[in-house]
């Protein structure tokens, strides 16, 4: 088969990259030409998909920024971004422009796929009829259906062939012919009835880890002030064989798909007067724990006798979690943002993100820096860094990931 991949970032290079060493031709296709440049040299920024591994494709792996490419593709999937506007509300730009773009040269036969997360009901009003105007009818002229995309970056045990992949087409035809296509890459995969539900079992799951994230990051703030070791409480409860499920607290959520994704539904339900209170609520405690973080290492500071005004504070990790490098609603930024406020002078180190150009910052040498600072605050535990050692040499060390748990160090203080 001939797979036009539409958004070669996160989801779809990975997904690109699968199908092509399934031994079909990947035709990614992308905006961004600086984008298009790299991938086509061979050259891979997502740290999912080696340089090496890129560049083994061959000829089987083409990167374009021409939308013509895709008129020949037995199938074409969408994987361009579902960011929120400035009010909070879901911004579809980039989808709507992906269907006016695969409209002008999509032809008889063809099965488009969107993958993008997005609310109930995006398929059937955005996608479809922006390819009903080519007179074609779908599920007979061509197929549309959804499936959404469940990579998490960084984790190697799961990838595209490992993860089930949830399919809903259009009409029984749609999600018939979308399976046949993942079945190329995928282990197993899951129909269900309709585009609606497959574009809600995502937004369940990413709903599932903000609330229960949520929940631990309150009690995070609760057990800061009972004087109990949140991370002996949950290493406790996480030994029931069943019915608990384990979530860790940490410094606040981020990434591309937690801190948005939720508020998409929320959008959906309020056409519908409905408030989705969970979701909220789990939105309002999660951006609320940079802040927490940021009043546990000023405590930390007073305990020892200094102001954060003028300390001199070094963050450990940046990008929003561990083995990315991934910055897009980190939480670092916003406790980077606030001790500046308060006057603290910070510097990060990050073996993966080398500057925070809006911040004007590079990252710097972790030994040079330790010694230097008033206090360290890991903010992200990225594999590679040697926590004991850590602890060994910082003046005052603020844990909030948990790494130092289980042991009691008197220039420790932990989240
Ligand atoms: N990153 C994740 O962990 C993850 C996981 C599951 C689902 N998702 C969802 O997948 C979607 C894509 O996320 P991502 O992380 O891959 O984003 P990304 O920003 O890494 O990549 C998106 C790519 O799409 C390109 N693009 C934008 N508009 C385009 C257009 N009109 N035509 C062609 N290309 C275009 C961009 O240039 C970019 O290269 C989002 O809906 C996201 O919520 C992301």
Request: glycine share 8%.
């Amino acid at each position: 088969m001939r797979i036009g991949i539409v958004g070669l970032g996160y989801v779809g290079l990975p997904l690109a990259v699968a199908f092509a060493e399934a031994g079909h031709d990947a035709v990614g296709y992308d905006v961004d030409r600086s984008r298009v440049d790299l991938l086509g040299g061979g050259e891979s920024d997502i740290e999912d998909v080696g340089s090496e591994r890129l560049a083994a494709l061959g000829e089987r792996f083409t990167a374009t920024d021409d939308a013509g490419a895709l008129s020949d593709c037995d199938a074409i999937l969408i994987c361009v971004p579902t960011p929120l506007a400035a009010a909070r509300e879901p911004d579809l730009t980039y989808v709507r422009e992906s269907a006016e773009t695969i409209a002008g040269v999509m032809r008889e036969g063809q099965l488009v796929v969107l993958e993008s997360t997005t609310y109930p009901g995006t398929t059937r009003e955005e996608l479809l009829p922006a390819f009903e105007r080519s007179g074609l009818k779908v599920g007979e002229g061509f197929h549309l259906a959804y499936s959404p995309e469940r990579i998490d970056p960084g984790r190697s045990d799961h990838q595209v062939a490992e993860t089930p992949k949830v399919v809903g087409g259009i009409t029984a035809a749609c999600t018939e012919r979308a399976v046949a296509v993942y079945s190329e890459v995928c282990n197993e995969v899951v129909p269900v009835s309709s585009p609606e539900a497959a574009e809600l079992s995502k937004l369940l799951e990413n709903i599932f880890r903000s609330v229960n994230i949520a929940l631990v990051n309150e009690l995070a703030q609760l057990t800061d002030r009972l004087d109990i070791d949140i991370w002996e409480v949950i290493d406790a409860a996480a030994t029931k064989p069943f019915g608990f499920m384990r979530f860790d607290p940490g410094p606040g959520m981020g990434g591309h798909c937690l801190p948005i994704d939720p508020f998409y539904l929320t959008f959906k339900a309020r056409q519908h007067d409905f408030y989705t209170e969970f979701v909220e609520l789990a939105g309002k405690i999660n951006q609320s724990q940079p802040l927490f973080c940021v009043s546990k290492i000023q405590g930390a500071l007073n305990d020892v006798g200094k102001a954060v005004k003028g300390a001199r504070v070094l963050i450990i990790g940046v990008s929003y979690k561990a083995g990315v490098a991934d910055l897009r609603e980190a939480p670092a930024l916003k406790i980077i943002r606030h001790l500046r406020s308060l006057g603290a002078e910070v510097s990060y180190h990050d073996p993966l993100v080398p500057r925070l150009k809006r911040e004007g910052l590079e990252s710097v040498d972790l030994d040079a820096a330790v010694a230097d600072a008033d206090a360290v605050a890991i903010v992200t535990a990225h594999p590679g860094i040697d926590w004991d050692d850590l602890i060994a040499r910082s003046a005052l060390l603020v844990d909030l990931r948990g790494v130092t748990r289980g042991d009691d160090h008197e220039n420790v203080v932990r989240l």
